[in-house]
């Protein structure tokens, strides 16, 4: 999945993209990290992650298998309905949420594409989707695991790598002791937040070093996310 300062590069883009449409931009960017702030959960279990990232019973968001996808856009569809559109004043926490969730979607889309371009699988089978679900398979018994480790390097951004539109620091310091309901809590939301703000805000940034030497293909996939998401919410009319 996107490192934190991937997920708020996506997160500024679209801020910047949709102007006025953003009303609490402080909120928009707590909701935004605050689908892994549930790492901060007592007594943390990786299916807390799956459910704050409406994943549980999924696994790699459907690749190889349609029918596990549409199950992940009916929860996102779901989640619109029960708590973006009630949210009222905290909407923008919640539309920070799901630009979270549909980027770590896509980042693993990218994944797979990738992979499936390294094996030249699309020219050595006719039928692609039972390629792709064997394929899904394998990748769930942790094949290839190399290959994944190695992409996190090359997707990556460090924090001195992009200059936000935001004043990063006083953003995130803007806006505390929020929720989302039933998922994750205002406490481990301010946790999570003290924790990205002194870890990459508030220490020399030059700590947090290039890891891939040309950054273009991890900006590329941000613009991609962005402009997927964006299309995404105007056909949802959000």
């Known amino acids: 999945m996107p490192r934190t300062i991937t997920h708020l ?56 298998y349609p029918e596990v996808a549409e199950l992940f856009q009916s929860r996102i569809n779901e989640f619109i309905e029960n708590y973006y559109l009630p949210a009222g004043e905290e909407k923008d926490l919640y539309l920070g949420y799901l630009v979270h969730l549909l980027a770590d979607e896509l980042y693993l889309c990218e994944y797979y594409r990738r992979l499936e371009e390294q094996l030249n699988v699309i020219e050595a089978s006719a039928d692609i989707s039972i390629l792709r679900r064997n394929l899904a398979d394998k990748i769930n018994n942790n094949e290839y695991s190399t290959f994944f480790a190695d992409m996190v390097k090359v997707y990556d951004i460090s924090v001195h790598e992009y200059r936000f539109n ?24 301010n946790a999570s937040k003290r924790w990205v703000i002194n870890k990459y805000f508030n220490a020399d940034p030059m700590r947090h070093g290039v890891m891939n030497n040309n950054r273009e293909p991890a900006i590329k996939f941000a613009d991609f996310a962005v402009e997927n998401i964006i299309n995404k919410f105007n056909r949802l009319k959000l």
Do not use: T
Request: aromatic content about 10%; some cysteine.
């Open 9 to 64: 590069v996506i997160a500024d883009k679209i801020c910047h993209a949709l102007g006025k449409d953003i009303e609490n931009i402080p909120l928009f960017f707590s909701g935004n990290i605050a689908p892994d702030a549930i790492h901060a959960k007592k007594d943390y279990q990786r299916l807390d992650k799956k459910r704050s990232h409406l994943c549980e019973g999924i696994r790699s968001y459907g690749y190889g």
């Open 166 to 189: 935001q004043n990063m620091r006083d953003v995130l310091d803007a806006a505390w002791d929020y929720e989302i309901k039933d998922y994750v809590k205002v406490s481990e939301i």
